[in-house]
């Protein structure tokens, strides 16, 4: 007994690492992937600090001379090639792309919102497929495409149903950016509302609540952060968007009183003029200084709703 | 490895811990965290080559942990932190420049069967051709050779080419020892192989065991102690995370113990 | 049913708008409409330089962004661990996938224009291509690649298989058809794609097919902005044609993802 149960009493001497244990090809393959994958990792941060740095750096020039944070911001002139006086302000393109934006969302929360709910809570088997799959696929249809029905389809309906001169306002390019932004809306916002778990559903129908109870006063409750999220993703699309609402918009320096006014917004400027600048010049700085601006911005709000969806996530 | 002095020990059959061959694997002060959590504290232990090591105890003890250890599992999982040496032939494992050597000469199995989604003969064939085997006749060899100690080849050895990961719990279980097999490893540990395996197959894989000891050091954990006392030479009791007892399997069952609760165990008073 | 009225409203403008482009392109497909030039200042002839000239962007584009992305996504799914610094990379394929496109236009113009000197071509305009959409490869490659138990791994490790050896011959082989769903999904964004070439590679008008990544190339996305903005007295069948040329390409791609996505479903190995 005593000999099989000893406690190790003498050290055992530790000989030195043998040549089996040597680091073989596979170990410094294994290793130079590690390497290479990291790159690969890294890759993202480098590339958004390199468009920071880089969009700057064209930009830099306005900054430091031309470039006055009042007028910039303050001024709705955007008079990059007047003869006398060129103002750069972007107040009337920030109005532009908020208005627009902001329709947007007013035509886009209802439907994407109202879709959620249909797929997460009511829809079952082949038609949730189906679906789902017919909003992937309206979020496929490239942004150019939609500015092109903005320009073709739109702006004839609009003059027709309203009886304006022009069809290419906030209403068109709202109506178009809401439909652009509605399929990522939707499908964030069914993500967040699958994500309530069901025992919730079950208690309120246990206490006699109705369907319709049970989504307002329960589901929807709950989810509320992983909606908002997908509002704020909406808007971030929304401001980000450039080719539809260059083509739908009317793309007209206004600050605009109704809904029926041409706008322009401040992605359509970058979009319309830079072709038209030379390298280095003002005008040509004061582009890529809106591209901070917006740059800026879409990172904030991108920061925000991914804060408030991972909050959902954890929680 | 296998010298004159082993097949001498190997002659005298039972039981082996009359003589015992050289130390194979000595731990000492052997302690294991999860983030902090305590999941084995302070064990020392030594196994003998070609010995079959049983380890007994209920769940949560630190069994799992401590095969996890010994194979330097902990490199994958930054949680769980080891504390102690490991001498593996002698030396440090911890001191091993190339820990995939270290594995390679480690065979595990654990509870749950893991039939990779590749077919039967590449689940076996693939540790070998990891190490560079690759000549078909040898492949095929290994495969046939593996397959028939896991008392698996005569149901799969038409059906080589399905998927090992559709086969059946019990065929998938026998398919992961003998993958554990296929590199010809010093060092075997199954850990409570029998669970996903029906009685009369985990007889057949018990003698296969019995057989591979000419072979290889096993440490078989189990959650069955009638088992142990069927294959181990000698079997360590553990309970929440430390070793309450080594001994000789046929003096433990037998009432010699010298901690009651190691004796409250084997009746199954508890656990 | 309120919220099936709302979904159907969603959907329903979709179908019109798709009903309308064939109706109204449909009659300008034709093979010459494919494969010829475009003439007359553009409001004649065919699309052939732009169809081509996509299909250049989009390869280059993949070349770049397929081995970046799926690298990515191998080291946070296989290897990084779980601290800030793997959060904060997460962030910023975030923010590279939220920035908008004109802003990476201008990125292209500051660093592959001017800076690194690609001039405007193929390549510029590829790379900015490949930088914007790099998140969408990675995301669905890291989506398939968790989406291999953990278990498959372990048991390979065991057998003393170092992490590439185990991706190579377990992990990857298992993810590679989701990796290819992302893969199709990001050539379908990347073909409708206009504000990121504009400025970066894409001409106006350029009736000549490229024959290096140096030279400047039409696209369809940028055509259809073109002809339906730019020049006027184009025929109104013509911008109609090459939206359905570009809606066509694009949805298809989509659905052959989706597709092989729920193919794939279907067909689990464990």
């Given amino acids: ?315 | ?271 | 049913m309120l919220f099936l009225i709302m979904t159907a409203l969603l959907i329903l403008p979709v179908l019109i708008i798709l009903a309308t482009l064939i109706y109204k392109g449909g009659p300008a497909i034709s093979w010459e409409f494919l494969f010829d030039d475009p003439r007359e200042g553009m409001t004649a002839g065919g699309i052939f330089p732009a169809l081509v000239g996509t299909i250049w962007l989009v390869a280059v584009a993949l070349l770049v962004s397929v081995p970046l992305g799926v690298a990515a996504a191998l080291y946070l799914s296989e290897f990084a661990p779980d601290n800030w610094f793997t959060r904060f990379i997460n962030l910023c394929i975030i923010n590279l996938a939220g920035v908008p496109s004109i802003v990476h236009a201008l990125f292209g113009v500051g660093a592959f224009v001017l800076f690194f000197g690609f001039g405007t071509s193929i390549l510029a305009a590829s790379l900015t291509l490949a930088i914007m959409t790099l998140p969408i490869v990675i995301v669905a490659t890291r989506e398939s690649l968790q989406a291999v138990p953990l278990a498959f791994r372990e048991a390979c490790w065991n057998m003393g298989a170092t992490r590439w050896q185990t991706i190579h011959r377990v992990v990857l082989p298992n993810a590679v058809s989701g990796i290819l769903t992302g893969v199709i999904l990001e050539v379908s964004r990347t073909t409708g794609e206009t504000a990121p070439i504009m400025f970066t590679g894409a001409a106006f008008f350029l009736p000549f097919l490229p024959t290096s990544v140096f030279d400047q190339t039409m696209a369809m996305s940028l055509h259809l902005f073109v002809i339906s903005t730019q020049v006027p007295g184009v025929p109104d069948h013509l911008p109609y044609g090459v939206a359905l040329v570009l809606i066509a390409m694009v949805l298809t791609m989509n659905a052959a993802s989706i597709g092989l996505r729920m193919y794939l479903r279907g067909k689990k190995k464990w």
Avoid at chain 1, 279 to 302: K, P
Avoid at chain 2, 17 to 40: D, F, M, Q, R
Wanted: aromatic fraction near 8%.
């Fill in chain 1, 1 to 315: 007994m005593a000999d099989t149960t000893r406690t190790v009493a003498e050290p055992i001497p530790t000989a030195a690492p043998a040549a089996f244990d040597r680091r073989d090809a596979d170990w410094y393959l294994d290793k130079a992937v590690q390497v290479l994958v990291f790159i690969g990792g890294i890759s993202a941060i480098i590339f958004i600090i390199g468009i920071f740095v880089f969009v700057t750096r064209e930009g830099f020039g306005f900054l430091l001379e031309g470039f006055s944070f009042g007028e910039f911001f303050g001024s709705p002139r955007w008079k990059p090639t007047s003869e006398y006086n060129t103002t750069y302000g972007i107040l009337a393109l920030v109005a532009g792309t908020a208005s627009v934006t902001g329709l947007a969302m007013i035509v886009a929360i209802p439907f994407s919102l109202g879709a959620a709910i249909y797929i997460a809570e009511f829809a079952t088997g082949k038609t949730r497929e189906i679906l789902k799959v017919l909003v992937e696929l309206l979020a496929a249809i490239p942004s150019v495409v939609w500015g092109f029905i903005g320009l073709t389809i739109m702006n004839p309906l609009i003059i027709e149903l309203f009886d304006v001169p022009v069809g290419l306002n906030v209403l068109n390019a709202g109506v178009i950016l809401g439909l652009m932004a509605a399929p990522i809306m939707t499908s964030i916002a069914e993500d967040a509302l699958k994500a309530v778990p069901d025992r919730y559903r079950e208690a309120a129908e246990a206490m006699g609540a109705t369907r319709w109870q049970v989504i307002y006063r329960v589901v929807l409750p709950a989810a509320k952060n992983g909606l908002l999220g997908a509002v704020l993703l909406g808007v971030g699309r929304g401001f980000g968007e450039t080719m539809a609402v260059l083509m739908a918009s009317g793309h007209a320096v206004n600050l605009p009183d109704s809904i029926f006014d041409s706008v322009r917004a401040l992605t359509a400027t970058i979009a319309a003029e830079l072709g038209e600048t030379a390298v280095g010049s003002e005008h040509y700085q004061a582009l890529f200084t809106i591209g901070i601006f917006l740059f800026i911005i879409t990172f904030l709000i991108n920061l925000t709703a991914d804060l408030i969806v991972r909050g959902i996530r954890k929680g």
């Fill in chain 2, 1 to 271: 490895m296998n010298d004159q002095g082993v097949a001498t020990i190997l002659e005298t059959s039972q039981p082996a811990t009359a003589a015992k061959g050289p130390v194979k694997l000595a731990v000492h002060n052997l302690s294991i965290s999860y983030g902090g959590t305590p999941a084995l504290v302070g064990v020392d232990l030594e196994i003998h080559e070609n010995e079959i090591f049983g380890i007994i105890g209920p769940a949560n003890s630190g069994k799992t942990s401590f095969l996890k250890a010994l194979n330097r599992m902990d490199m994958f999982n930054p949680a769980m932190q080891v504390a102690g040496d490991i001498l593996f032939n002698g030396t440090n494992i911890r001191q091993w420049r190339n820990v995939y050597a270290l594995r390679r000469r480690i065979g595990v199995v654990f509870p749950l069967p893991v039939g990779l989604p590749m077919t039967v003969y590449d689940n076996v064939a693939l540790a070998p051709r990891l190490s560079g085997v690759n000549r078909k006749a040898d492949l095929d060899d290994i495969v046939e050779r593996c397959l028939r100690r896991a008392a698996l080849w005569d149901e799969v050895k038409d059906r080589l080419d399905s998927l090992g990961s559709l086969l059946s719990g019990g065929q998938q279980q026998r398919l992961t020892i003998a993958r554990a097999l296929s590199q010809d490893p010093e060092l075997l540990m199954l850990d409570e192989f029998s669970i996903a395996v029906d009685p009369v197959t985990t007889m057949r894989i018990e003698d296969v065991l019995k057989e591979l000891r000419t072979e290889m050091t096993i440490i078989l954990v189990t959650n069955l102690t009638q088992q142990a006392r069927r294959l181990a030479d000698r079997t360590a009791f553990f309970l929440t995370g430390s070793c309450v007892e080594i001994g000789d399997t046929e003096a433990l069952f037998t009432g010699n113990v010298q901690d009651t609760r190691t004796a409250d165990y084997i009746a199954g008073r508890f656990g």
